[in-house]
Every structure is written in C-alpha cells, then in structure tokens.
C-alpha cells in the first residue's frame, strides 16, 4: 500500500507564497512521475505542474514563471513552490505519483487534497 502525505495548503493574500510538499511512503520500487493537479469550486481537476525521475518538468500555461515544482527521488518527496500567488490559484490541490511497484506494476496514487486560497 502506498500513501501520499500532504502539506502546506492555507490562506494567503493575492502576491504571496506557498509552498506545498508531498511525501510518498509503501510499496514503491521506483517513481515514475510526482505531479500536482488542482480542482476548483465547479471546474474541472487540472494538471499544474510534473516532475519526472529524470527531472524534466512540464507546467500549466497559468502557472509558467510563478511555480517551481521540485522533487527528491531519495526522500520520494515532490515540493510546488508557488509564488505571486492569485486569487485565481484557489483551489483544492492535489498530489500524484506514477510509480512501479516491486512487482514492476505502473500504479497511480493520488493525495487526500490540500487546500489553497488567495485572498484579493
């Protein structure tokens, strides 16, 4: 059983920063990719930003220049710096791992969600 632990989600005013951390614990022999979605009020989840084993890193067009998505494949641990936040960067967001577990099965699991709201 992996599980995905979730952190740093809260309130902040419009031009701020949050930076959201996700660590990955269980039955994972090797990590694919570490992502974030995001879900708000009414819409749909959307992808903001991928890392992949091999570090290359793949953002949203709404996010470019504001988020820095990280990851340390040791710790099995994906951070999103996200700066010059806006209050259309409120959501629910949400961690994502690829991984293949030690019977080389590609498997997908997802976080609990962490909230994030920018305050205008």
């Known amino acids: 059983q992996v599980q995905l632990v979730e952190s740093g989600g809260g309130l902040v005013q419009a031009g701020g920063s949050l930076r959201l951390s996700c660590a990955a614990s269980?039955?994972?022999?090797?990590?694919?990719?570490m992502g974030w979605y995001r879900q708000a009020p009414g819409k749909q989840r959307e992808l903001v930003a991928a890392i992949t084993h091999g570090d290359r890193t793949s953002y949203a067009d709404s996010v470019k220049g504001r988020f820095t998505i990280s990851g340390d494949n040791v710790k099995k641990t994906v951070y999103l710096q996200m700066n010059s936040l806006k209050p259309e960067d409120t959501a629910v967001y949400y961690c994502?791992?690829?991984?293949?577990?030690?019977?080389?099965?590609?498997?997908?699991?997802w976080g609990q969600g962490t909230l994030v709201t920018v305050s205008s």
């Open positions: 994502n791992v690829v991984y293949f577990s030690d019977s080389y099965t590609e498997l997908e699991v």
């Open positions: 269980g039955n994972i022999f090797s990590i694919n990719t």
